[in-house]
């Protein structure tokens, strides 16, 4: 039996599915990795799982206009990843094996948090969520900057880590013990619940 702790009220709450798209989750995807395409099915079932209850579901992309870092003095993802998730391109893409259509929400970002210069923050509170379960890749980039970035704005990030995906287990696992120390709380798909 799941614990009461982690039974979400579907009125508000939302499951945020970060950057699960080819680029990343497809094994022709420019920063593939094994870690990711495993996420996919965990992320699928807890969006069908969610969406089913009636709670909102949020899928995020990375997405980067070629120009994006032309001219920037320290911030430039292409430098330190090479070029990835290109707008307009396949690899910026959602993953085909994703329930997409169950979205109430796609925000499309250009930096690792999804709450940094988009509609997430605006579109969450107007609609009374307070608590966000987070599911998608990386661990230890978009996920846990963008769960932070939830915590900072006083809603209530849950890891769902069965659900989560990383290049590297200790990537994983440092990111969910962080989270959990820092500013939220990690669960198992098992543990989640909807009412």
Known sequence: MADTEFAFDSESTAVVVVDMQNGFCHPDGSLYAPGSEAALAPCADLVARAADAGARVVFTRDVHPPGQFDGNRYYDEFERWGEHVVEGSWDAELHGDLPAERADLVVEKHT????????????????????????????????????????????????????????????????????????????????????
Not at 139 to 146: D, I, M, P, R, S
Not at 162 to 172: C, F, P, S, T
């Open 112 to 195: 690792y948090d999804a709450f940094h210069e988009t509609q997430l923050d605006g579109w969450l509170s107007a609609r009374g969520v307070t608590d966000l379960l987070f599911c998608g890749t990386l661990a230890n980039v978009c996920v846990l900057h963008t769960a932070g970035s939830a915590g900072l704005r006083d809603y209530r990030p849950v890891l769902v880590e069965d659900a989560v995906g990383a290049i590297e287990d200790d990537h994983k696992a440092y990111a969910l013990d962080h989270a959990e120390w820092l500013f939220g709380e990690r669960a198992t798909l098992a543990d989640v619940t909807f009412a």
